[in-house]
């Protein structure tokens, strides 16, 4: 057997989803598919018709005594604390007591034998109101006095006045950006079993397992220890279960408890759309000034959001759009505020980027601004305010961006995508199109790499090696389709040497793994691969160790490769290895742990290097409208991403298309509407529209960075993939642009709002047809 032997299932090899035939198939178990104990009951939640009162009475004797109800859950029916705010700022009750926040608050739940009769009884509730006037986003929000709910963020850098004052032009204006719904194949939903004493196990399809058993613990009021929180995968997540499952855990939880049975809950999809958080709107004020070569020397920015009704994690989101309103581009003086808006709304949450595609979307639309006031191709002003070398190389929160590879990134792009050739001939068919226009753009993307709030950046895993061989693997990430679990076996099965198939693993579960971090921020390859590996490590000094002492050879002597254990010149099987130092008593199981090095962040100040690493990526796309009716379609569109080393190439390019149509639908299609009454009406599939196949670019190149090598630390120098290719598909959006401002001779930046539906394109084309 040669040394150089490579096992199946090691890192920087493509290989299939642990689960992917599970998943066709349909026998992946998701939490929906728990077989439930005997005596099961089901739970639904009632929900405000108005957006904004106060709460003088419920009348739920019509509930209480509907076919099949066995009771109801009010807020005087929590145990512990009537609180599920993840940052502890107590304004997120279960449910309210004094006053209705938003249209679609759950006030009460119905427990009842089968899950429709509780659906049914929930409509039978009368809600005894004051109605109060309402504000629904961030500007109305401002105008009434509305408070923030969460301390605003200034980052400066510089003297904004005057590097003002130097720069010869300067442009003000507004951009609206619309919020996200997540959309998940599989929507909320927990399962409660009651234990004996306090105990409680609570199956959820939740990102944030520790979240949740903390949450359930503080409402039932009981410690930690007494509650499980099992996850096996879920139906996807995007951030939409970072927190929001907090709700349905606990509304599962109290009612096991207090009826001593199993208790589900699980919304429809318009409960589920209404009742739960989204995607931050923001209202982004802007103000630029730069030389007459385009070359940017001041920005202030003031960004407002839609928060809702509490918290949530909207101090965290608005932060990080600060963090990314520079996207690729150096501000020599720069001032950023953040404006986390209460309204009466849903409290709006996670969502993949987490407030970072809001951020570059700006710092996109500035460039845009700039390229058209100057009269040269966006592509060139970008290029002209990339970071580069010393001095120009500082952050807004003043992190020096130290691995900067957009210059080959985008040179190999604009070549592969064949830009100004394309470009050239665009402009050529715009002139003698009169109906249909074209446009293409080419956009680029900076993203830092880890959870703002520094103490998230760990992870634990466990490993066992049974004593025939075979591997457990469990660590406190979990997976929602993104192939996280492959991954970190592939990192395990690498470490020992022995095959992928060897590696069983399990769900995510509190038990095992405690006080883990959300599965959230691209961090769980990062930080879940670093502890499984430790915990890899663990066991294989052990094994050295006893087979140095056993064959009495040197350490070095004793290798892993190819299922097989070489000791000097004797070569064992992998798994007569393990018997024989089980046989000898040596611990053969192991918990690994890992926590981020480097990172810092001082908020107070708006300093430190709250980021590991940047990930790179840009995105070259080509698109066509109709200016009598504002329809477009995406023609082409050019991908080149990168992820360091690759744990895995196959699975970060399917994360990296998905990402980008992701993108694209965040920015084009998919619009969340809310009526005068504060309804949400976009509410269900059939009103709420995300990309279909058939809205996908018709020519679809993506390519992984593969000489990218992340020169920090990191498993294996791979990067992180998850939420840094959602904004490549601000290039349909810029592309857009560049096909209205066409008919006014580009002359004219449009100023599109996102997302820029048909109805939006068409009415930018018309405005700049009318000379507005």
């Known amino acids: 057997m040669k040394d150089n032997v490579t096992i199946t299932g090691a890192v920087h090899q493509d290989r299939i989803h642990d689960s992917a035939a599970k998943h066709v198939t349909g026998r992946a178990d998701y939490t929906d598919d728990i077989a439930l104990p005997e005596g099961t009951l089901h739970a639904y939640l009632g929900v405000s018709d108005v957006a904004h009162a106060r709460l003088k009475g419920l009348d739920l004797t019509a509930v209480r005594s509907a076919p099949g109800v066995v009771g109801v859950l009010t807020a005087e029916d929590i145990p512990g604390v009537n609180d599920i705010s993840p940052t502890g700022q107590h304004d997120e009750p279960v449910f309210p007591t004094e006053k209705i926040e938003f249209h679609g608050q759950p006030l009460f739940a119905v427990i009842a034998e089968t899950r429709d009769a509780a659906r049914?009884?929930?409509?039978?509730?009368?809600?005894?109101?004051?109605?109060?006037?309402?504000?629904?986003?961030?500007?109305?929000?401002?105008?009434?006095?509305?408070?923030?709910?969460?301390?605003?963020?200034?980052?400066?850098?510089?003297?904004?006045?005057?590097?003002?004052?130097?720069?010869?032009?300067?442009?003000?204006?507004?951009?609206?950006?619309?919020?996200?719904?997540?959309?998940?194949?599989?929507?909320?939903?927990?399962?409660?079993?009651?234990?004996?004493?306090?105990?409680?196990?609570?199956?959820?399809?939740?990102?944030?397992?520790?979240?949740?058993?903390?949450?359930?613990?503080?409402?039932?009021?009981?410690?930690?220890?007494?509650?499980?929180?099992?996850?096996?995968?879920?139906?996807?997540?995007?951030?939409?279960?970072?927190?929001?499952?907090?709700?349905?855990?606990?509304?599962?939880?109290?009612?096991?408890?207090?009826?001593?049975?199993?208790?589900?809950?699980?919304?429809?999809?318009?409960?589920?759309?209404?009742?739960?958080?989204?995607?931050?709107?923001?209202?982004?004020?802007?103000?630029?000034?730069?030389?007459?070569?385009?070359?940017?020397?001041?920005?202030?920015?003031?960004?407002?959001?839609?928060?809702?009704?509490?918290?949530?994690?909207?101090?965290?989101?608005?932060?990080?759009?600060?963090?990314?309103?520079?996207?690729?581009?150096?501000?020599?003086?720069?001032?950023?505020?953040?404006?986390?808006?209460?309204?009466?709304?849903?409290?709006?949450?996670?969502?993949?980027?987490?407030?970072?595609p809001q951020g570059v979307i700006a710092a996109e639309r500035i460039i845009e601004e700039i390229a058209y006031a100057t009269g040269q191709d966006p592509l060139d002003v970008r290029k002209a305010n990339f970071y580069g070398s010393k001095g120009r190389d500082v952050t807004p929160y003043y992190q020096?961006?130290?691995?900067?590879?957009?210059?080959?990134?985008?040179?190999?792009?604009?070549?592969?995508?064949?830009?100004?050739?394309?470009?050239?001939?665009?402009?050529?068919?715009?002139?003698?199109?009169?109906?249909?226009?074209?446009?293409?753009?080419?956009?680029?993307?900076?993203?830092?790499?880890?959870?703002?709030?520094?103490?998230?950046?760990?992870?634990?895993?466990?490993?066992?090696?049974?004593?025939?061989?075979?591997?457990?693997?469990?660590?406190?990430?979990?997976?929602?389709?993104?192939?996280?679990?492959?991954?970190?076996?592939?990192?395990?099965?690498?470490?020992?040497?022995?095959?992928?198939?060897?590696?069983?693993?399990?769900?995510?579960?509190?038990?095992?793994?405690?006080?883990?971090?959300?599965?959230?921020?691209?961090?769980?390859?990062?930080?879940?691969?670093?502890?499984?590996?430790?915990?890899?490590e663990q066991i294989k000094t052990r094994l050295v160790e006893f087979a140095a002492e056993k064959w009495g050879v040197e350490p070095g002597a004793v290798r892993f490769l190819a299922n097989q254990v070489h000791i000097g010149d004797e070569v064992l099987p992998f798994d007569a290895f393990i018997k024989a130092a089980y046989m000898a008593r040596v611990q053969l199981s192991a918990a690994g742990f890992y926590k981020t090095p480097k990172i810092h962040w001082d908020r107070d100040k708006g300093q430190g290097r709250p980021f590991y690493y940047f990930a790179y990526g840009a995105s070259c796309s080509e698109v066509t409208i109709d200016t009598l009716t504002g329809e477009y379609r995406i023609d082409r569109t050019d991908i080149l991403h990168d992820v360091g080393r690759s744990l895995n190439p196959v699975l970060d390019k399917g994360q990296v298309e998905g990402a980008f149509v992701q993108g694209m639908g965040w920015l084009t299609s998919e619009e969340l509407w809310w009526d005068d009454a504060g309804r949400l009406r976009t509410h269900a599939p059939s009103t709420y529209k995300i990309p279909l196949a058939s809205d996908r670019p018709r020519i679809f190149n993506v390519n992984l960075a593969d000489w990218s090598e992340n020169r920090e630390l990191t498993i294996k120098r791979s990067k992180a993939v998850g939420e840094p290719p959602f904004m490549l598909g601000i290039s349909v959006f810029e592309a857009l642009s560049m096909a209205v401002a066409s008919v006014a001779d580009y002359r004219v930046c449009p100023r599109l709002d996102a997302p820029a539906t048909p109805e939006r394109v068409l009415m930018a084309v018309t405005r700049l047809q009318a000379g507005g």
């Open 120 to 356: 049914r009884a929930a409509a039978l509730a009368q809600v005894d109101c004051e109605v109060l006037p309402h504000a629904l986003d961030p500007q109305a929000a401002i105008d009434a006095g509305y408070p923030h709910v969460t301390a605003p963020l200034k980052l400066e850098r510089g003297d904004v006045e005057t590097g003002r004052d130097a720069a010869p032009n300067r442009i003000k204006g507004r951009m609206q950006v619309g919020g996200q719904d997540h959309m998940y194949l599989e929507g909320h939903i927990a399962c409660a079993i009651p234990g004996e004493d306090e105990d409680v196990q609570v199956y959820s399809s939740t990102q944030h397992p520790s979240e949740a058993q903390h949450m359930v613990a503080h409402v039932l009021g009981v410690p930690s220890n007494a509650v499980t929180v099992n996850v096996r995968r879920m139906g996807g997540g995007f951030g939409g279960k970072e927190s929001q499952m907090n709700l349905f855990c606990a509304v599962a939880a109290v009612a096991a408890k207090k009826w001593n049975r199993a208790v589900k809950i699980r919304p429809d999809r318009d409960q589920d759309m209404t009742a739960t958080g989204k995607r931050h709107d923001f209202v982004i004020d802007y103000d630029v000034s730069f030389d007459n070569a385009g070359r940017i020397e001041a920005v202030e920015g003031c960004f407002a959001a839609r928060c809702g009704y509490s918290s949530d994690l909207s101090g965290p989101v608005t932060d990080r759009a600060l963090f990314h309103a520079d996207n690729a581009y150096f501000y020599p003086n720069v001032r950023l505020t953040s404006r986390p808006m209460k309204t009466n709304t849903v409290s709006n949450t996670a969502f993949r980027g987490f407030g970072g």
């Open 400 to 536: 020096e961006v130290e691995d900067n590879i957009l210059d080959r990134l985008v040179g190999e792009l604009e070549d592969s995508a064949e830009y100004r050739r394309r470009r050239a001939g665009i402009i050529e068919y715009n002139r003698t199109s009169p109906v249909l226009k074209k446009g293409i753009a080419l956009t680029p993307v900076k993203f830092g790499i880890s959870f703002t709030a520094t103490w998230y950046n760990q992870a634990g895993a466990l490993v066992h090696v049974y004593n025939d061989g075979s591997i457990h693997l469990n660590h406190g990430g979990t997976e929602m389709g993104q192939g996280l679990n492959t991954k970190v076996a592939q990192v395990v099965a690498e470490a020992f040497q022995v095959d992928f198939e060897r590696i069983k693993i399990t769900k995510t579960t509190t038990e095992k793994v405690p006080n883990t971090s959300a599965t959230a921020a691209s961090s769980g390859s990062d930080l879940n691969g670093m502890a499984a590996l430790n915990a890899v």
